[in-house]
Nanobody, 119 residues
Framework: QVQLVESGGGLVQPGGSLRLSCAAS????????MGWYRQAPGKGRELVAR???????NYAGSVKGRFTISRDNAKNTVYLQMNSLKPEDTAVYYC?????????????WGQGTQVTVSS
C-alpha cells in the first residue's frame, strides 16, 4: 500500500503562485510515475502534469509554461509549482502514484487539496 498526502493548497489572487507538495509513504519506490490531477466543480478529473521515474514530464496544454512538476525521490515527495494562476485553475488537486508491476497496475490517490484562485 501507498499513502499520499497533499499540502499547499489555499486561496490566491489571480496572477499569484502556489506550490503543492505530495508526500508518499508505504510501499512507494522511485519507479512510480507521479502525477497531479484536478477536478473543478461539475467537471471530471483531468490530468495537470505527470513525471516519470526518469524525470520525463508532460503537461496539460492549459498549464504548460505556468506549472512545473518535480520530484525528490530521496524525500518521496512530488511538487507542483503553479505560477500565473488563473480563476479557471480553481479545483481540488489530487496526487497520483502509478506503476505497472506484472501482472497488475498499482494506482494510488491522495485525498486532494483545494486551490481557489479569486480576487
Amino acid at each position: 500500500q501507498v499513502q499520499l498526502v497533499e499540502s499547499g493548497g489555499g486561496l490566491v489572487q489571480p496572477g499569484g503562485s502556489l506550490r503543492l507538495s505530495c508526500a508518499a509513504s508505504g510501499s512507494i519506490s522511485s519507479d512510480y510515475r507521479m502525477g497531479w490531477y484536478r477536478q473543478a466543480p461539475g467537471k471530471g478529473r483531468e490530468l495537470v502534469a505527470r513525471i516519470t521515474s526518469g524525470h520525463n514530464t508532460n503537461y496539460a496544454g492549459s498549464v504548460k509554461g505556468r506549472f512545473t512538476i518535480s520530484r525528490d525521490n530521496a524525500k518521496n515527495t512530488v511538487y507542483l509549482q503553479m505560477n500565473s494562476l488563473k480563476p479557471e485553475d480553481t479545483a481540488v488537486y489530487y496526487c497520483n502514484a502509478f506503476v505497472f508491476k506484472a501482472p497488475r497496475n498499482y494506482d494510488y490517490w491522495g485525498q486532494g487539496t483545494q486551490v481557489t484562485v479569486s480576487s
